[in-house]
């Protein structure tokens, strides 16, 4: 069945079912010309993001399911970027008359599940028609009594990055050589080409299709953190907006960067440089920030320092170069 | 020039120009994860709202100035149909590649004039590109002491409505004949077809034009109303919605609709029953909202009231019908 034989009121309706509404802080949820919230007491965070079929994903290598988580996590990333705890949620789809119902109702599955796990009151959005493809546009609020903002880093102080880097660029090329969807929890090696399939490298193969596919924001807590970035468009750019906004340069130990096994293991094969593809890959949704320098953070690595002025990268051969923007353009 | 020779960051440095933040509540605008602002003494209200390409408008019909502050002032119509003050906004737009740079200023433009006309500041957002055609997504937040929800009407209520009624249907029709761009604020008549370049039907015309290219949401204060919606799929669906909302049947009062003077004058040259246009037509934009029988207010009509059960219209030569929910459903 196609959403064009259901209407536009029992989709409403679907998504009204996933939309929670214990949260203390909700007055009026979904159903009003818009959603009542309780005041709030602490510093108010929002954010946007937008999610555009064929510019960021295709509905042949990713299921409606997955892209119901992502939709969400990617926003929550903002949120926690900043130090913050993420409340609540918009969800604004325009919606090929030809989708499947069956497809409308397992995105909604994947919304439902990550509004679950990051604890996220759906209030409302908008559903409507596209001619083309799907867009889905989320819109996220949270609160913060200290938000870290992308400007506080001072000389001196240590780089940190939380989890490991560089599955992010690698999954596109194996979403490339695949060009099917793939389920990392379920995962079928037929789906994968034969190289990766080795008992060795199927484990790391699976890794970066389900960071891609199912990314999850950071959860976990960096109090100290005097500035703080999510990556989504690769380190090199995401350090170097930290930079601009501290009006700050950096220097980076390249030997220090937390590469994934999958990183190590698969670039190589790719004809990849493992660092390379650590400091220009985005879509890693890791956090980056400023704090000092002798502090330690479980589940984030000290990569280099902030100083007064030029930002460069030591590698572990000695050669220095210097920080460029490199990654991603939307528009180029 | 087009959008794809300028790249994503002088397009976000153009709308952060537009941005405004004089705004004493906001602590960051533009530019960092999420924007920060400062905690909500009243209740807060959050909508959000979609306008597709194809779907809600066709840029061979509306300019890209008009569709800047279209973007806005139905998202204000959210608000203000909760009895709240609009305060901020965030915008994401899915951009054709080929799009004018010039186009997109004007778009802005458009945003940037809406801002200001209600008191908004922009929060942020997101651009990106799309493969098809302009998307827009606007998510808006305000705040009420006392929000005014759908359900709040009593048995015994009068039924008022703001302004006049009848010209968003007649604007299709209008629109499907000229199929071209009209500026209603410097009207040149050649562009309308010869039926309605007469002395006494153009400012009709004219009207008809502005209101769906530029329309205003209702800005004056309507104390005492017990429930609201603002009109955005036609009267009949929207009375239905409040009915349904308080657990209410309703009487009205055909004679005593306000009908547009364009309404009464174009209609009939159009082949339609002015009533039936004025009841039908969605995108009207004005409020309609429950309040004691005995209330006056300047620029609202009493036009029937509220009852236990049984939605009925009783026209002016006697006949009754039943209220249906006869309008606009996107996806059929």
Not at 80 to 86: L, N
């Amino acid at each position: 069945m196609k959403i064009s034989d259901v209407g536009e009121s029992a989709l409403i309706e679907r998504i009204r079912r996933i939309a929670g509404g214990a949260d203390a802080g909700v007055v009026t949820g979904i159903g009003d010309d818009a959603a009542i919230i309780h005041p709030f007491t602490n510093k108010v965070l929002v954010s946007s993001d937008m999610l555009v079929e064929g510019t960021h994903f295709r509905l042949s290598t990713i299921s409606p399911f997955q892209l119901g988580l992502k939709s969400i996590a990617v926003n929550v990333s903002d949120i926690r970027a900043m130090g913050g705890a993420p409340r609540y949620v918009l969800l604004s789809l325009a919606l090929p008359r030809s989708l499947d119902m069956e497809d409308f109702s397992r995105y909604a599955e994947g919304v439902s599940q990550a509004l679950k796990r990051y604890g996220i009151v759906l209030l409302g959005g908008d559903t409507c028609r596209s001619d083309a493809g799907l867009t889905i546009s989320v819109s996220i609020i949270g609160e913060a009594e200290w938000p870290i903002k992308r400007s506080g880093a001072k000389s001196g102080a240590g780089v940190f990055v939380t989890g490991t880097l560089g599955d992010s660029m690698l999954r596109l090329r194996v979403l490339e050589i695949t060009n099917a969807r793939f389920d990392p929890d379920k995962p079928d090696p037929a789906g994968l080409p034969a190289e990766l399939r080795s008992s060795e490298l199927l484990p790391y193969a699976v890794s970066v299709l389900r960071r891609h596919l199912m990314p999850d924001a950071v959860t976990s807590d960096f109090s100290g953190a005097t500035s703080m970035i999510d990556i989504s468009d690769g380190l090199m750019i995401d350090l170097g907006r930290l930079c601009e906004a501290g009006g700050l340069g950096v220097r980076i130990d390249a030997a220090s960067l937390p590469l994934s096994g999958a990183c190590r293991a698969l670039a190589p094969l790719m004809g990849l440089d493992p660092l390379d593809t650590a400091m220009i890959g985005g879509e890693d949704y890791e956090l980056l920030f400023s704090a000092p320098r002798e502090a330690r953070f479980e589940g984030a690595t000290l990569i280099g320092e902030f100083v007064e002025a030029d930002k460069t990268i030591i590698f572990p051969d000695g050669r220095v170069t210097e920080l460029r923007p490199k990654g991603y353009n939307h528009f180029k």
